[in-house]
């Protein structure tokens, strides 16, 4: 998924400057290109693969001078390079049309959805980090053992399982049997009116407004699809994490600091760890942009009020509009952060500068 | 000098192979040691083998009819001597429409790995061999597409091109071939300046030809390791597209379309939208453990990664 490519250049010693503007400048020329890329497939999704656009929008049964205008107005009877120029000045500027099912331009919707999608994805990329990096850690220092094997398992089934259908069996055990957790959806009924929100992050706002009691609630919904999000990155990042410190503890520093006599914890949490440190922050960045597109199955499944259920929902309603300005919402995240990711990766590791 | 009869092992393992064929054999036979040391590898191929044996047999093996239930007696019972797996809301057998499911998956993987691989393998290829503008081109294409969130710009062509198992397909296709490019990009460069390469040039082929029968056939082995780590990616998008009802529709047994049928009632009866997760979780499993196997196997460099 990472954009990282082989061919970095070695710089001369004490151009570190010029090869931070060089970095940037790269990243400012990729980040163009493939912004353009996402509008311009998205173009080519809404525009170019339905027969009549303007039929797609008003169903097959609209007369003959609704049609006409509808195209008129869509610009249909443009040039297709026109088309798309009038189509990225528009989606720069943020106006994705309007959605057919809830009537509201589709930024508006996207705005007031956003927050909640950001909200489960940082939590969830909180609790794979936090649980996923000691597992890789302990899994490579204790190779081949059965807590490797272990870490390995959980892993793997991570990569394999559906994560709508364990979201499903999460809620029967949770919600139905054990009532630990709260009914689908981001708050209970009663709070829904007391309660505004300022960021849009509810757990943050409850904190901050100290309404405890909206917090717990929040807390409640929140906390199973998170888990699952959160399970979902674990997987990732235990299994990179692994890899980094099997790199790194077979490394000559370390039997140096062996023989000075070290304590193995020392060792590995503050030698080893730390020099795998810049590769893990660019793991778990990926992982938090996956987690933004596994949002969509998982909003489904929790009726959470983010993007990813905006677009299932518009999608279900041929509401082209708020599919595609969801999509590009989604995609602009997940390119930003793939990107961001990358440039800081170059920037921190100077291993990624001698060649 | 009479020669020592070989025993078949010492013939495979031989340092000097008479023929061609083996040499390929032995080599062959390597790689397989080397595969069933790994036992998890092993149990992917057993789960891979019983899924392939499953599709070929479903219609001998199902006890019912995958699409016809009995509404009248027979709806939402629980697993049982009659029906092993318990049946769905329209009273069909869970059992034998799993059986039948297997084929759609089987199909859906087939048809994208049919698709994607040939399309990255050219890319690739010809950006390598190229070079130059060809190859940033080609390249910087390849990137945007790497970029893109793939479920979701599956979701958008799907909504798209309309629902069904075909469009499914194809909107997985179209994004999951990039990471093949860039594979065979990466080998075609460490074989680009190879003397066999320069042999060929000499004798006058074509870069059409080059390219086809002399840098492709070495791309592939990565290749047909990185599309079988894929295959359980792909089985999991095509059932959540399945599930969101834009892939397979209704009446077929489509794994993530049964899970989407039983969420309704997963509350109550879990068998009905749980049994299909549980076919989904099992047999990308299998490929998983698998692609792990082929790739420490047939790349012992990255056997730790």
Same mark, same amino acid.
């Given at each position: 998924?990472?954009?990282?490519d082989?061919?970095?250049?070695a710089p001369?010693?004490?151009a ?6 060089k970095a940037v ?21 809404g525009?170019?693969?339905p027969i ?16 006409a205008?509808t195209?008129?107005?869509?610009g249909?009877d443009?040039?297709l390079i026109?088309?798309f120029?009038?189509?990225?000045t528009?989606?720069?500027s ?12 589709v930024?508006e ?5 956003f927050?909640?999608t ?6 969830g ?11 890789g850690?302990l899994a490579?220092v ?9 870490v390995?398992?959980?892993g793997l ?11 499903l069996?999460?809620?029967v055990?949770f919600y ?7 009914f689908?959806?981001r708050l209970?009924?009663?709070?829904q009116?007391?309660f505004?929100?300022?960021t ?8 901050w ?6 917090f717990w609630?929040?807390?409640r919904?929140?906390?199973l ?5 959160g399970y ?6 235990s299994r ?8 790194e ?7 140096a600091?062996?023989?000075?006599g ?20 660019t ?22 009020p ?10 279900q ?9 969801g ?5 602009s995240v997940?390119?930003?952060?793939n990107l961001?990711?990358d440039?800081?990766?170059r920037?921190?590791?100077?291993r990624?500068?001698?060649? | 000098?009479?020669e ?9 393992l ?7 064929r083996?040499a390929?054999l032995?080599?062959? =036979?390597?790689?397989w040691l ?5 036992r ?10 019983? @899924?392939?044996l ?12 995958? =699409? ?9 019972? $629980?697993?049982?001597?009659?029906h ?5 809301d329209?009273?069909?057998d ?10 759609w ?9 049919i698709?994607?691989?040939?399309i ?8 390598? =061999?190229?070079?130059?503008w060809?190859?940033?081109?080609l390249?910087?294409i ?5 970029a @893109?969130?793939k ?6 062509f799907?909504a798209a091109?309309g629902?069904?198992i075909e ?9 999951s071939?990039p990471?093949?490019?860039r594979?065979?990009r990466?080998?075609?460069l ?16 074509s $870069?059409l ?12 082995s990565?290749l ?23 892939g397979a529709?209704? $009446?077929? $047994?489509?794994?993530g379309?049964?899970?989407?049928s039983?969420?309704? @009632? ?6 009905v939208?749980?049994?299909?997760g @549980?076919?989904i ?12 196997g082929l ?9 730790d990664q």
């Open positions: 998924m990472s954009v990282i082989n061919e970095a250049s001369r010693p004490g570190r400057a010029g090869a931070v503007a400048g790269r990243f400012v020329f990729i980040a163009i290109i493939t912004y353009l890329g996402l509008l311009a497939v998205t173009f080519f999704i525009r170019v693969i009549d656009p303007a039929l797609a929008v008003l169903g097959d049964r609209a007369p003959a001078d609704v049609v205008r195209r008129r107005e869509m249909l443009l040039p026109e088309q120029y009038i189509y990225i528009h989606a720069l943020g106006d994705f049309g309007r959605s057919v099912l809830t009537t509201n331009p930024m919707d996207i705005r007031r959805a927050p909640a950001m909200e489960l994805a940082t939590l990329t909180l609790i794979g980090s936090v649980v996923g990096v000691p597992l850690v490579a204790k190779r081949g053992s059965l807590t490797d094997q272990f390995r398992v959980i089934v991570g990569y394999s399982v559906p994560i709508f259908w364990l979201g069996l999460a809620l055990l139905a049997r054990l009532q630990w957790a709260a689908p959806g209970d009924i009663v709070y009116y007391t505004t929100p300022i849009g992050f509810y757990l943050l706002d409850a904190a407004q100290g309404q405890w009691d909206v609630d929040a807390f919904h929140i906390i699809p998170a888990s699952l999000l979902f990155s674990l997987a990732y990042i990179m994490t692994r890899s980094f410190m099997l790199n503890l077979a490394q000559e520093y370390i039997v600091a062996r023989a000075k070290l304590s193995e914890s020392r060792i590995i949490w503050g030698h080893a760890l730390r020099n795998a440190a810049v590769p893990m922050v793991v778990i960045a990926l992982s938090y942009a996956n987690l933004l597109e596994g949002s969509v199955l998982t909003e489904t499944v929790f009726s959470w983010g993007i990813g259920l905006y677009i299932t929902n518009s999608l309603n041929a509401d082209m509009n708020a599919v595609l300005g999509t590009i919402i989604i995609g997940f390119i930003g952060i961001l990711s440039l800081l990766y920037l921190l590791d100077p990624t500068k001698v060649q | 000098m009479s020592m009869p070989l025993t078949r092992r010492e013939w495979l031989s340092e000097r192979p008479a023929t061609r083996q390929r032995g080599r062959a =036979y390597i790689g080397r595969f069933s040391a790994n998890l590898a092993l149990i992917g191929l057993f789960i891979i083998l019983a @899924f392939l499953i599709a070929a047999l479903a219609g001998v093996l199902a006890t019912h009819s995958p =699409y016809i239930g009995d509404l009248a007696g027979a709806r939402l019972l $629980p697993p049982g001597p009659d092993w797996l318990g049946t769905d329209l009273g069909r869970i059992y034998s429409r799993i059986l039948y499911g297997s084929r998956t089987l199909y859906v993987v087939v048809l994208v790995a698709i994607a691989a040939p990255g393998l050219a890319v690739g290829t010809v950006a390598g =061999y190229a070079g130059g060809i190859d940033a081109v390249m910087r390849t990137d945007i597409f790497l @893109f969130p479920l979701v710009l599956a979701l958008a799907v091109l629902p069904g469009n499914a397909i194809i909107a997985i296709a179209i994004t071939w990471p093949y490019a594979i065979a990466a080998e075609t460490t074989v680009r300046n190879s003397d066999y390469i320069k042999a060929v040039q000499l004798m006058g082929a $870069p030809r080059i390219v086809v029968r002399h840098i492709m056939p070495l791309c592939l990565s047909i390791v990185r599309v079988t780590l894929d295959m359980a990616g792909i089985i999991l998008t095509a059932a959540g597209l399945g599930f969101l009802g834009l529709q209704p $009446p077929l $047994p489509e794994w379309a049964m899970i989407a039983g969420r309704r @009632f997963v509350l109550d009866q879990w068998w939208a749980g049994v299909p @549980f076919a979780l099992i047999v990308s499993l299998g490929f998983n453990l698998l692609g792990d790739r420490d196997a047939l790349d012992p460099r990255s056997g």
